[in-house]
């Protein structure tokens, strides 16, 4: 079962076909692996199956009947939480457009995404296939007409994979000698900071693939760079936008911005909130890859004991569940460099109430960062899995634009004819593209990059990388 459907239509596979994840033991089990990785790491034992699947049903259970006595139950909360109502129209409408290649990215045939690329007069500069050790694929495009190029990350292809490879070890975000060198120049601190290891990885991966470009033509020519993917994508995308950030857009930060979807917790807490001002992460309702760190399962893990042992007691009925979470909330402490948040400023789009099945669902949304109490504890639901798939990202985020701006959420979908206004990219405009690069060779960075190639990639034609 694939998180994501390369063609963008967010209709193409029916709800009934995921029914299986909507059940409360398929639910559990997908956790067990979240908190087998997690108690692997901190040492710590789990509540054996049949346990918790007993205490994620009843839960569920408490979690549905709250939202059908108050639809606006969530809203309450993120109020309280001091979030503030999405009000940005031009970054509504930049979220919904994104997702589009955020979710194209999974599309595996080269042909396949140039044509889409053509289709919004955008050029197909990269398209990096190999999967391995450090390598994810993605694909590099620019619009030379608007001085825009996008970076799209692939993510996983199943939700099983985004369970089991989202919780691992941290590390330093930076190369040791990267971090020295950039420390020389602009302060040790400036640049420090601790990342989920394999999005750490998977991050210069794609580094090493896209500097030599980025240094060579888009810096020199001052291109916008827009960074973008979904689940493990989304997490590989903010660690490069960080990465990118203390490397070379510090001075003009204007140029890069990251809008990632699904994103899991994936940087230490004072780089995360650091990125607010270039990185917009996006989490869908109940979501559980966006809520899945050492903390939150280190957090599920007690008040779920702390619930099997009022259950057994047949006290759980009656018992505080707002202030059992609470209490949990500032009791449970995690060492800093493991305690990873999701990065930037963060747009919540949650559901009203509790729809199901073919009920219309209304969406509200709600901006702060990666301390927002919603995403600092596990949300369970029906859709806690579905909430996850990129067909959903994209439904949401076009709902949410299209209330801000009054227009319908297909508007946004960048390759749509009635949404492109200009011609096709042409010869002229491969000409120009031409022009553009040999003059950027005679441009020299202001500051030498660090670790920068010292030669300009050949990139007279598109490349695919396999």
């Given at each position: 079962m694939g998180i994501c459907h390369s063609d963008g239509t967010a209709d193409v596979v029916s709800e009934e076909s995921f029914e299986g994840l909507r059940s409360s033991s398929a639910i559990a089990s997908r956790l067990r692996h979240v908190l087998d990785a997690a108690h692997r790491i901190l040492n710590e034992e789990t509540l054996p199956v049949l346990d918790t699947v007993r205490v994620v049903r009843k839960i569920m259970r408490v979690s549905k009947a709250m939202r059908l006595e108050n639809p606006e139950v969530i809203t309450e909360e993120c109020r309280a939480d001091g979030c503030k109502p999405m009000t940005d129209v031009q970054e509504a409408r930049q979220l919904a457009s994104y997702?589009?290649?955020?979710?194209?990215?999974?599309?595996?045939?080269?042909?396949?995404?140039?044509?889409?690329?053509?289709?919004?007069?955008?050029?197909?500069?990269?398209?990096?296939?190999?999967?391995?050790?450090?390598?994810?694929a993605n694909y590099l495009a620019i619009d030379p007409r608007r001085k825009i190029a996008v970076l799209a990350i692939k993510g996983t292809s199943t939700i099983e994979d985004a369970l089991t490879d989202i919780i691992a070890d941290t590390g330093p975000l930076h190369l040791l000698n990267a971090v020295k060198t950039a420390g020389s120049a602009r302060g040790f601190s400036s640049v420090a900071g601790f990342a989920h290891g394999g999005f750490r990885l998977a991050a210069h991966g794609v580094l090493h693939q896209v500097e030599p470009v980025i240094w060579h033509f888009l810096w020199p020519l001052q291109y916008q760079l827009i960074l973008t993917g979904h689940s493990l994508g989304a997490g590989t995308a903010c660690c490069l936008a960080k990465i990118l950030y203390d490397r070379?857009?510090?001075?003009?930060?204007?140029?890069?911005?990251?809008?990632?979807?699904?994103?899991?917790?994936?940087?230490?807490?004072?780089?995360?909130?650091?990125?607010?001002?270039?990185?917009?992460?996006?989490?869908?309702?109940?979501d559980l890859v966006t809520r899945a760190s050492l903390y939150n399962a280190k957090l599920m893990s007690n008040i779920w004991r702390e619930a099997k042992r009022l259950m057994d007691a047949d006290e759980f009925e009656d018992c505080d569940k707002y202030g059992l979470v609470h209490r949990y909330q500032h009791e449970i402490k995690v060492d800093l460099k493991d305690d990873l948040y999701v990065a930037g400023k963060v747009m919540y789009v949650y559901k009203l109430g509790y729809p199901k099945g073919q009920d219309p669902i209304t969406y509200k949304a709600v901006t702060k960062d990666g301390t927002m109490a919603r995403l600092r504890c596990a949300s369970f639901s029906r859709s806690s899995l579905t909430d996850h798939l990129c067909n959903h990202y994209t439904a949401c985020t076009g709902e949410v634009a299209a209330q801000l701006s009054g227009t319908s959420p297909e508007h946004f979908k960048p390759w749509l004819e009635e949404t492109f206004s200009g011609q096709p990219i042409g010869t002229s405009d491969c000409t120009k593209f031409c022009e553009d690069i040999r003059f950027s060779c005679a441009i020299q960075p202001s500051k030498p990059a660090i670790g920068c190639p010292v030669t300009l990639p050949t990139l007279l034609k598109p490349t695919t990388v396999r």
């Open positions: 997702v589009y290649h955020a979710q194209l990215v999974y599309e595996a045939e080269t042909d396949q995404i140039r044509e889409r690329l053509i289709g919004c007069g955008m050029m197909l500069i990269q398209h990096n296939k190999e999967i391995n050790t450090g390598r994810v070379i857009y510090y001075a003009q930060p204007q140029l890069l911005r990251c809008f990632a979807y699904a994103t899991p917790p994936c940087l230490d807490k004072a780089t995360a909130l650091s990125m607010v001002r270039y990185t917009v992460s996006v989490v869908h309702h109940d």
